[in-house]
């Protein structure tokens, strides 16, 4: 019998895309909380030896790391082919393949070039003021010094720099927020209960948690049924599976809510309205 260990985050999306697998699957695990920018855990010498690029999240199988969530997917499901939802198709075709290229958060594209990336885009209000409980040494040594993807290393010190989204980035993000939320709805128009048919797969475990952090970020609107009807039903949908709860909200550090609280109170994210003027010129 396999002994899983996970190495996650309670807000990455990526994490939140294995632990809903996971959970899918009814899989058990053990799990190790690894703080990303307010302490820099994922950054330091254990954790690197185990995952080179410094990122989460990071499953080892009897003490052997592999390292990307869709690799992740791909291995859980095919070790417990009789457990739980099927993941993926057994005649996958190449549409299945590009939505999951899509909905994947991959550190070779530049952020908001799929849906996946714009995920991380739009966080990083949260990640400036997370990354600012550091001094602005510290985080340019450690990201410079440690970090494992190159182009990253630059974004976050410019985010410590600036404590919240260098100047311009976070409209362009509006502009490829508003692009892959239209995309979705359009494609939803298929009328089937999930992303890719009547099954739950490997392409909702992306995109749940895309969806989540458009909640989570204070983007009002998108899941009222006013303006989104498909992606209104499809987010009713798999925010009442059981798998939401356990996965995503289970896993919540408490690091995000009072951060939000703090950018945005009770109101929508300041950059609600400029979203929606975006929408507005694509449609």
């Known amino acids: 019998m396999n002994n899983y260990v996970l190495y996650g985050y309670g807000e990455s999306v990526a994490s939140n895309v294995v632990r ?24 330091k010498d254990d954790y690197k030896k185990l995952n080179p690029k410094t990122l989460l999240p990071t499953l080892t199988v009897n003490e ?32 299945f393949d590009n939505l999951l290229d899509y909905l994947f958060l991959d550190d070779t594209k530049e952020l908001g070039q799929t849906f996946g990336t714009t995920g991380g885009g739009i966080s990083v209000p949260v990640l400036g003021k997370l990354l600012c409980k550091r001094s602005f040494f510290s985080v340019l040594w450690d990201y410079y010094k440690n970090h494992g993807v190159s182009k990253r290393k630059f974004i976050f010190v410019m985010v410590r720099f600036f404590g919240g989204p260098p100047p311009g980035l976070y409209e362009k993000m509006m502009y490829f927020l508003a692009k892959h939320l239209v995309y979705t709805e359009n ?43 498909n992606l209104s039903r499809y987010w009713d949908t798999i925010s009442n599976r059981p798998s939401y709860k356990e996965a995503i909200i289970n896993y919540e550090t408490g690091e995000w809510k009072p951060v939000l609280e703090d950018l945005y109170g009770d109101g929508p994210n300041l950059y609600n309205d400029l979203l929606w003027s975006e929408i507005e010129k694509i449609r």
């Open 20 to 43: 809903l697998a996971l959970a899918e699957k009814n899989i058990p695990y053990d799990y190790k909380l690894i703080y990303l920018e307010s302490r820099g855990d994922h950054l």
């Open 64 to 95: 052997k790391p592999i390292s990307e969530s869709i690799d992740i997917m791909r291995f859980i499901d095919n070790e417990h082919t009789d457990q739980g939802s099927t993941l993926f198709l057994k005649n996958q075709d190449e549409e």
């Open 187 to 229: 494609y939803l128009n298929h009328g089937k209960t999930y992303i890719y048919g009547n099954d739950y797969t490997a392409a909702d475990c992306l995109l749940t948690p895309l969806l989540h952090r458009v909640n989570e970020m204070r983007f009002q609107g998108v899941f009222d049924g006013s303006k989104f009807p």
